[in-house]
């Protein structure tokens, strides 16, 4: 869940309340950066404490970043309690994000940041987003996790995955744990053409991508021929609007069964993390009816 952008005012938290123990945090350090695509930067994140990460085999696997607000002047590991104690309004902001990929042997792993500005830490992207461009090599950064709760089930029949922008890591992990022999449709909103990625997946997973109104995600789950829904797995993340309606679809007019699908909204429109993530205890914030 890689979001951080205007439309979500720093996506997929006042700061969201943060591990209280300084041992809940690792610090890692930039390994290296690149862009993946005009608007997809990679973050390699590595170090000593590589092993403080508690890492997993989901294939949406995610961390709590803490990234220090601007001016603040502090740097991890943070003493959380002390700062909520005497400068609350200091707290560093947590963010969400999927692990891309973990590399065991080299201590490392990676993060895709979603950019919505020119770059160098432009305004019209979310904190973490302007962190992640203007970061170089050594700087480090305190992160808690990992999370997660999928992966593609080598038994299934057909698998199903939906997304946008800030699924699309998640996505792209899932379609390489594929079996080779593995059936399915990937359907990946993007707002741009020329974000779109040369993704590896079996020959039998048609990888569909969906640029411009994100509502085509909808339209286009509604299209796919499910002539069964005997032995179909579900992966479906994307803005929590769109996501609701995605789930009456799959759910209640196509009657697949619930334990089938993983589905949550990403990141919701207007909102920034903390607020979105705060919402999800609310009526407007739940996914399942």
């Known amino acids: ?6 439309q979500t005012a720093d996506a997929p938290q006042a700061p969201e309340r943060a591990p209280r123990r300084r041992g809940n945090q690792a610090v890692l350090e930039v390994v290296r950066k690149s862009r993946i695509s005009p608007r997809l930067l990679r973050i390699t994140l590595g170090g000593e404490q590589f092993g403080e990460v508690r890492t997993n085999d989901f294939t949406d696997a995610y961390v709590k970043l803490l990234i220090a ?9 943070y003493d959380l309690d002390a700062i909520r104690a005497q400068d609350p309004a200091s707290l560093p ?3 969400t994000y999927t692990v891309r990929s973990w590399d065991h042997e080299a201590h490392t792993l990676d993060l895709d ?32 996790g990992a999370g997660g709760g999928y992966s593609p089930d080598p038994a299934a029949a057909f698998h199903l995955l939906i997304g946008d922008h800030a699924a699309l890591p998640a996505i792209a992990a899932a379609l390489e744990r594929m079996q080779d022999d593995a059936r399915g449709i990937a ?13 590896r997946h079996p020959a039998g997973v048609e990888v569909r991508w969906l640029i411009g109104e994100r509502e085509q995600l909808l339209a286009e789950t509604a299209a796919v021929d ?12 994307a803005e929590r609007g769109l996501t609701k309606q995605l789930r ?39 996914i399942d009816e």
């Not at 500005?117 to 302007?130: K, M, Y």
């Not at 005997?230 to 479906?236: A, S």
Request: contains cysteine.
């Open 187 to 199: 359907l990946i909103h993007l707002e741009h053409q020329d974000d779109v990625l040369n993704l």
């Open 69 to 77: 607000q601007p001016g603040s002047d502090l740097h991890p590991p």
């Open 248 to 286: 009456r679809l799959l759910v209640t007019e196509r009657q697949i069964p619930r334990e089938a699908i993983s589905i949550s909204a990403y990141w919701a429109l207007g909102r920034v993390e903390d607020q979105f993530q705060a919402e999800k205890r609310e009526a407007i914030g739940k």
């Open 226 to 237: 499910l002539e069964t829904v005997e032995g179909l797995q579900v992966f479906c993340h």
């Open 1 to 6: 869940m890689p979001f951080d952008s205007p």
């Open 93 to 95: 902001c947590r963010r």
């Open 113 to 144: 940041f979603v950019l919505h500005g020119h770059g160098d830490g432009a305004d019209e992207d979310g904190i973490a987003a302007r962190w992640a461009d203007l970061a170089q090599p050594g700087d480090r950064v305190a992160l808690s």
